[in-house]
């Protein structure tokens, strides 16, 4: 993905034949076009590429959550990624854009910080009587021990590929992480597909 290319509603820049684009967005310009190409390029990059899946792994659950911030240029909008892993296998993703204004997504940042520091110090809980009950169910689990609620730091936290265009070497890093590597064939096996 594109870290330079910010697409907007683009009025200055040069309008182009309708056609290539075969009416996939509204009045389609330069810019659309440039992004579509990578996304054909990527698409074509990477289609040998799969999901690894190891036998015998174990059964802890990770989660990796993480939000782009307005990061959307024409609506302001907020982005969210999610993945889950059952031991190093990924499970279930999505990203979806919030359908509230960004705003709303600072608030749930402070409160799932809230949460962590509140599941690690359970001290602070008379003074904590403005977040909302759900929240003390986290701390609850952690003191018991059946949950571990971590901050990830941003280099290392897998659902950025889902929310944020990222420079190349990041993206591949996180791939990896998300469990995904080429598919190596042996000559039996593509000999037999064809």
């Known amino acids: 993905m594109s870290t330079e290319i910010k697409l907007t509603k683009d009025d200055e820049a040069d309008s182009m034949d309708s056609s290539k684009y075969r009416d996939m967005i509204e009045n389609p310009k330069t810019t659309h076009l440039e992004v579509v190409k990578l996304i054909f390029r990527y698409v074509r ?17 990770i ?13 302001r909008k907020s ?9 190093c296998c990924l499970t ?12 709303f997504m600072t608030k749930a940042e402070y409160i799932s ?35 571990f609620i971590e901050n990830v730091a ?10 944020k265009p ?3 070497e990041v993206f591949n ?3 990896l992480g998300l469990g995904m590597m080429e598919l190596i064939m042996d000559s039996d096996s593509s000999s037999s597909q064809k």
């Open 79 to 87: 982005t969210s990624g999610v993945c889950t892993f059952m031991g």
């Open 166 to 168: 990222l420079k190349r």
């Open 45 to 61: 990059g990477t289609s040998h590429f799969g999901l690894w899946y190891p036998k015998g792994t174990g059964i802890e659950t």
């Open 92 to 103: 279930s993703w999505f990203a979806k854009k919030q359908t509230a204004l960004g705003i």
């Open 173 to 175: 890093y996180l791939r």
């Open 63 to 75: 989660v990796y959550a993480d939000s782009e911030h307005a990061g959307d240029y024409v609506a």
């Open 113 to 147: 910080a809230g949460a962590i520091d509140l599941s690690k110090n359970p001290a602070q809980h008379s003074r904590t009587k403005h977040i909302e009950i759900r929240h003390h169910i986290l701390r609850d689990n952690v003191q018991k021990g059946n949950i």
């Open 154 to 163: 941003f280099e290392d936290n897998i659902a950025d590929i889902f929310t």
